[in-house]
């Protein structure tokens, strides 16, 4: 077993909190971004970010809000739609990864989850040297709005068969990604794919898609 290391990554004023483990001759870092209402301690993250871990992926699990923005947005869900500061909070930690010396040069990639996954697309529109592919589970990638055109990173969009509205808009925002966005259907799964086997679904695609994207390094050339 991997043991994770508690690491701040400084944003915006704020120090927010992350779980990082790399487990010995990673092939790649997994950054993950997770979804409304949700934190680093998310149980379907922290079950996809072990699979990958197996898969020879370090990964960071963080909180995308410190502790008094998450008691405030409990009681507004505002901050959970703010893509922007989310987005912005991402793409410091993915600089973040890029000055570590476990994790500079290793290829990295974005996971993320519900308006997660409009916060990684963001990121990857900003950093497109350093983000190398992208996942997204049962995500919101409409939320990314004009990014989603200025996404240069291999993306796939990861939906419940079940969770109809999210598969249309899913579907619309692969329209907008330059590309072959691949959109990867779990049949029978709902938004938070707690059925049978759907969760192990995920793992598995997210892990073939990141065993075939994240190659090379991670620093940018030039």
Do not use: C, K, Y
């Not at 990554?9 to 950054?31: W, Y």
């Not at 600089?95 to 990121?123: C, I, N, Y």
């Not at 993306?155 to 691949?182: K, M, W, Y």
């Amino acid at each position: 077993m991997v043991s994770e290391e508690a690491v701040e990554i400084p944003s915006q004023g704020v120090a927010l909190h992350g779980d990082l483990a790399v487990p010995p001759g990673a092939r790649g870092v997994v950054l993950f971004a997770h979804g409304s209402g949700s934190s680093r301690h998310s149980p379907r993250n922290r079950a996809v970010a072990a699979g990958l871990r197996d898969a020879g992926f370090g990964t960071l699990l963080m909180d995308l809000l410190t502790p008094v923005e998450e008691r405030e947005d409990d009681a507004t869900a505002r901050l959970r739609f703010d893509v922007g500061l989310l987005a912005g909070r991402l793409a410091d930690a993915v600089d973040r990864l890029a000055d570590r010396p476990d994790t500079a040069d290793l290829p990295l990639g974005l996971f993320g989850a519900s308006t997660g996954a409009a916060a990684a697309l963001v990121a990857a529109a900003g950093r497109p040297a350093r983000v190398a592919a992208v996942v997204s589970r049962g995500g919101r990638p409409d939320l990314a709005g004009d990014a989603l055109p200025r996404v240069a990173a291999p993306v796939l969009l990861i939906v419940g068969g079940a969770d109809e509205l999210v598969l249309g808009l899913n579907q619309e925002a692969a329209r907008l990604l330059p590309g072959v966005p691949s959109v990867h259907v779990v049949p029978g799964a709902t938004h938070l794919f707690p059925e049978p086997g759907a969760l192990e679904e995920v793992t598995a695609a997210a892990g073939d898609w990141f065993r075939e994207h994240l190659t090379g390094g991670g620093r940018p050339a030039g």
